[in-house]
Nanobody
Framework: QVQLVESGGGLVQAGGSLRLSCSASGRAFRPYTMGWFRQAPGKEREFVASISWGGGNTYYADSVKGRFTISRDNAKKTVYLRMNSLKPEDTAVYYC??????????????????WGQGTQVTVSS
């Protein structure tokens, strides 16, 4: 089993920045692909970004490309999501997830076996 705990969410004005962290515990962190997803009120969960085990492959939703950066520190068993130029439409609960299947890109989230409890990000206009 893998336990994931997100942190770093909060309230920020439009144009501001936040950095989310996701700390993993339990089984060895590798070789899981890690992803960030988000869900806004009344909307379906959507893919935000993912990163392969070695960090060499990253993927982003078009809506965040150029503004968000996903990274990981395997020694610390932590994944980060740096969010710049935040917009009100980025408001959502952000979830960290781990995919043990070896796939590096699954925007549906179907192959992610482990999920955190989520952290709220609110962007005011």
């Amino acid at each position: 089993q893998v336990q994931l705990v997100e942190s770093g969410g909060g309230l920020v004005q439009a144009g501001g920045s936040l950095r989310l962290s996701c700390s993993a515990s339990g089984r060895a962190f590798r070789p899981y692909t890690m992803g960030w997803f988000r869900q806004a009120p009344g909307k379906e969960r959507e893919f935000v970004a993912s990163i392969s085990w070695g960090g060499g492959n990253t993927y982003y939703a078009d809506s965040v490309k150029g503004r968000f950066t996903i990274s990981r520190d395997n020694a610390k068993k932590t994944v980060y999501l740096r969010m710049n130029s935040l917009k009100p439409e980025d408001t959502a609960v952000y979830y960290c997830a781990a995919d043990p299947t070896g796939r590096t890109y699954d925007p549906t989230g179907g192959t992610y076996a482990y999920w955190g409890q989520g952290t709220q990000v609110t962007v005011s206009s």
